[in-house]
């Protein structure tokens, strides 16, 4: 029996992409599969804009995709050992549905919709207190190593 996945949530951000590093190394360590993870949705649009916006679930999911694809690319490189995940919903919601058959979810302390001076975002909030196995949140960093 194979062992259950890390999920590591990818929104772009570098605290994600910070997450998706330490995912990896961990999950190597552990011997078990990574499972990167994109969460995307369509916004809400009412009145004259909603005549206007042509964006369709596919072209945000293809947005999705890419921005995921990049970003793995960038911290693991090209070759990496992920399985890459587009789930429709909201990326704390997703999230926590998969830590339902996972032995750890990973996520960044704040995302791309973050309010500066939060020490921890609304999605890694919802998902330590509800997620259904272990969580990692990677701290924010405010200014790179040297």
């Known amino acids: 029996m194979a062992s259950k996945p890390i999920i590591v949530g990818i929104d772009g951000s570098a605290d994600s992409v910070?997450?998706?590093?330490?995912?990896?190394?961990?999950?190597?360590l552990v011997d078990a599969p990574l499972v990167g993870?994109?969460?995307?949705?369509?916004?809400?649009?009412?009145?004259?804009m909603a005549m206007t916006n042509w964006e369709t679930s596919e072209s945000v999911e293809r947005e999705a995709r890419t921005?995921?694809?990049d970003a793995i690319g960038d911290a693991l490189g090209k070759d990496a050992q992920i399985?890459?995940?587009?789930?429709?919903?909201?990326a704390a919601k997703v999230l926590v549905e998969a830590s339902?058959?996972?032995?750890?979810?990973v996520v960044g302390s704040r995302g791309r919709g973050g309010f500066m001076g939060m020490l921890l975002?609304?999605?890694?909030?919802?998902?330590?207190?509800?997620?259904?196995?272990?969580?990692?949140?990677?701290?924010?960093?405010?200014?790179?190593?040297?």
């Open 83 to 90: 399985e890459e995940r587009s789930v429709r919903g909201h």
């Open 18 to 28: 910070r997450a998706l590093k330490w995912a990896a190394e961990h999950a190597r």
């Open 67 to 69: 921005m995921m694809a």
């Open 37 to 48: 993870l994109v969460a995307w949705d369509l916004e809400p649009v009412y009145g004259y």
């Open 121 to 146: 975002g609304s999605v890694s909030q919802h998902v330590v207190t509800h997620a259904r196995c272990p969580v990692m949140v990677m701290p924010h960093e405010d200014q790179p190593k040297k």
């Open 100 to 105: 339902e058959d996972a032995q750890l979810v």
